[in-house]
Every structure is written in structure tokens, then in C-alpha cells.
């Protein structure tokens, strides 16, 4: 199973990001996937979750109303929109895919908030 995220680089304050990561390997319409997120000096967190099917998402409170998690299960992808970005949310972001007890996950992408 390999996931590749991409759209990942520096913005600055204020500014908005698009990160994709695309899914092969496995059969993408079965995977709830998500983006989590590790801040240099800090635990890996989750930021969003949507569920196999798109019907299903899920929001960590430091993004909600931010951030927008989406798939196309035609395209193998899932997508992280984010909105009025801010250094706080500086970070290697990695998308996970996972069904039962199993979990994969990309190598990541960094982004970097900063004037």
C-alpha cells in the first residue's frame, strides 16, 4: 500500500494550502482516511478524519472552520483544504488510511507557516 501526499510548502499567515494524498496499492473506498500532523517537539495529532464513504468527517477543534478533509474515491485521493493558516499549524502533515486494526501512512509533507 504506498500513500503519497503532496501541496505541501511555505505560506504565509493568513494564507491557504490544498495537501493531496494519493492512495494505491489497496482498495481506497474501504480506507477511512485522515491527516495528522507533527509539530517539531510535539506528539503526532490527528486533524482530520472522513470516513470510507465521505459521508463522515471529523474535525480537531484547532482547525474546525478551517480546515476541509474531502475524497474522491474515483481518484484514490483525499484532500486537506486549509484556510487562514497560522504558525501554529507549521508541521509535517501525513495522511493515514486504515480499515479494521491496520494503518498506513504516507511519508508526509511539510508545511511551513511563516512571513
Known amino acids: 500500500v504506498r500513500l503519497v501526499e503532496s501541496g ?12 493531496s ?12 482516511m485522515s491527516w495528522f500532523r507533527q509539530a517539531p517537539g510535539k506528539e503526532r495529532e490527528v486533524v482530520a478524519r472522513i470516513s470510507s464513504d465521505g459521508t463522515v ?3 480537531a477543534d484547532s482547525v474546525k472552520g478551517r480546515f476541509t478533509i474531502s475524497r474522491d474515491n474515483a481518484k484514490n485521493t483525499v484532500y486537506l483544504r ?3 493558516l497560522s504558525s501554529e499549524d ?12 491496520y494503518d498506513f501512512w504516507g511519508q508526509g509533507t511539510q508545511v ?3 512571513s
Not at 505541501?8 to 491557504?16: A, K, N, R, W
Not at 508541521?91 to 493515514?96: F, G, H, L
Open 21 to 32: 494524498c494519493a492512495v494505491s496499492g489497496f482498495t481506497f473506498s474501504v480506507l477511512a
Open 82 to 84: 486549509m484556510n487562514s
Open 112 to 114: 511551513t507557516v511563516s
Open 57 to 59: 468527517t471529523y474535525y
Open 90 to 101: 507549521t508541521a509535517v502533515y501525513y495522511c493515514n488510511g486504515r480499515i479494521q486494526s
Open 8 to 19: 505541501g510548502g511555505l505560506v504565509q499567515p493568513g494564507g491557504s494550502l490544498a495537501l
